[in-house]
């Protein structure tokens, strides 16, 4: 078994404040930065931008009707990024919404992106802060939302406990994260997944749901979504290929072009997967 080292908070928020340039040419412009939920067949591949894009919004859109956010809710997205999908649930449901995110480069962009919606003063914030300390009171939010986040935390569990203090009694937590079906990794999952991503985990799709219910949870709802994460990271592949970006950055699409199809295998060989938890604070 390939075993490697716990990244730390501090590892990650480099990363994130690093990498944005690349995020923004490969995955979105505008900075939205997870994977997607595809309804429909591949196309050719002068639409892979515009499908990969339509798979994020699925997954929102899915995340809203499973967890019930209407405009009565509070909703706290954990690992907001750049803040879009932030403004998407206040725009789409009408909830006030609050981002965090360990970045400093991301929230800033957030925070940035509000000067051209003032429409949304007093409706959408956003705060630099660590998913293991969140600066809220016990009971502050209806609903906790994350999207591709958790895994990046070497402390899980506590992040959980987080979600779960900060909701409020029949308040309800939506989120997905990366699991481990398989605790005997190959080399090249360890290099090009795990090591490229910083990170690690200890939880596949079942012990993530005892997981939840120790802190406190009733898990109402567990999918396993890798068959989707598979096809995400070939489209994110295509488009490393067909990036443009600054000066100095070809070298590095051209490792991403080849590390995404790397992270494909992995998830085919059982090694990486993707799953979705909708639970409950009970009231």
């Known amino acids: 078994m390939v075993t490697g080292h716990r990244f730390s908070?501090?590892?990650t928020e480099?990363?994130?404040d690093a990498e944005d340039?690349?995020?923004?040419?490969?995955w979105d412009a505008d900075g939205s930065v997870h994977w997607g939920v595809f309804d429909s067949e591949p196309a050719g591949d002068d639409n892979i931008r515009h499908e990969f894009r339509s798979a994020g919004i699925r997954l929102n859109e899915l995340m809203v009707e499973y967890s019930g956010?209407?405009?009565?809710?509070?909703v706290l997205d954990v690992g907001c990024g750049n803040g879009t999908n932030v403004v998407w649930v206040h725009r789409n449901t009408g909830a006030h919404a609050t981002g965090i995110d360990l970045s400093g480069v991301r929230i800033a962009n957030a925070v940035a992106s509000l000067e051209n919606m003032p429409d949304l003063a007093g409706k959408v914030a956003f705060e630099k802060a660590s998913a293991t300390e969140l600066p809220y009171a016990e009971g502050t939010f209806t609903h906790v939302w994350s999207q591709a986040t958790v895994y990046h935390v070497p402390d899980k569990v506590k992040v959980l406990e987080e979600a779960f203090r900060v909701l409020e009694p029949g308040g309800q937590f939506i989120f997905d994260d990366?699991?481990?079906p398989r605790t005997n990794i190959s080399e090249s999952a360890r290099k090009f997944v795990y090591?490229?991503?910083?990170f690690d985990t200890d939880f596949s799709f079942y012990s993530y749901m005892d997981a939840l219910?120790?802190?406190?949870?009733?898990?109402?709802?567990?999918?396993?979504l890798s068959s989707h994460l598979a096809r995400s990271y070939t489209y994110l592949s295509r488009l490393a290929s067909i990036a443009?970006?600054?000066e100095g950055y070809q070298d590095r699409f051209d490792y991403l072009t080849d590390a995404y199809m790397k992270t494909v295998d992995a998830i085919n060989n059982s090694e990486l997967g993707w799953a979705q938890y909708l639970c409950v604070k009970p009231a």
Not at 195 to 198: I, K, P, S, T
Not at 213 to 224: C, E, I, K
């Open 9 to 11: 908070e501090q590892e």
């Open 178 to 180: 990366l699991i481990k």
């Open 21 to 26: 340039v690349i995020y923004r040419s490969v």
């Open 244 to 246: 443009e970006g600054p």
């Open 195 to 198: 090591d490229r991503l910083l």
């Open 69 to 74: 956010i209407g405009a009565d809710s509070r």
């Open 213 to 224: 219910v120790n802190v406190g949870f009733r898990v109402l709802q567990a999918r396993d």
């Open 14 to 16: 480099e990363y994130y």
